[in-house]
């Protein structure tokens, strides 16, 4: 099959978030009992070189923070002076797209004005530049969800 012209624009295979938000390109990505499969990225400077917007992916499978580092610690509030975000919340059940299926903590703002949002129905966050957020909890995940993550510049 002869390569498209566009082929510079087509990401067929996701690089995945390493260390210190440094992209992988492994040959096969391993998710084999996983909750979750982190951030799965779709789109970046580094993969499509004429955008400066970020698109990733991951699926969640059962109760996890997201955020969580190797210690066990949790991610603490953190913020993007430069773009703002979207973190897009899907269900996957065919029969009602609105049930996400699960139970997700999601914490907006810092310090005393910091309130945690439940998400319990297929939603979306609009986070604009310099609003804190995160933590991330999954709970009570009773088939897999989808979370899909837009940093707009």
């Known amino acids: 099959m002869t390569e498209s012209k566009y082929e510079k624009y087509i990401v067929r295979r996701p690089a995945i ?16 009992g996983k909750v979750d499969t982190g951030p799965l990225v779709w789109r970046s400077p580094e993969l499509i070189k004429e955008t400066n917007s970020y698109l990733e992916h991951g699926i969640i499978s059962g ?4 955020g ?44 005393e004005e910091q309130e945690k949002i439940i998400i319990n129905t297929s939603s ?11 933590p991330l909890t999954w709970k009570k995940v009773k088939r897999p969800c989808i979370l899909v993550v837009a940093r707009c510049c």
């Open 17 to 32: 978030m390493g260390k210190g938000g440094k992209l992988e390109f492994p040959e096969k990505i391993h998710t084999e």
């Open 68 to 111: 969580e580092d190797s210690l066990g610690g949790i991610e603490k509030s953190h913020k993007h002076d430069n773009f703002s975000e979207i973190f897009l919340f899907v269900g996957t059940n065919p029969s009602d797209p609105t049930d996400l299926g699960a139970e997700a903590e999601f914490y907006l703002g810092e310090g």
């Open 63 to 66: 109760d996890i923070i997201v």
């Open 124 to 134: 979306s966050i609009y986070i604009p530049p310099g609003m804190a957020h995160f």
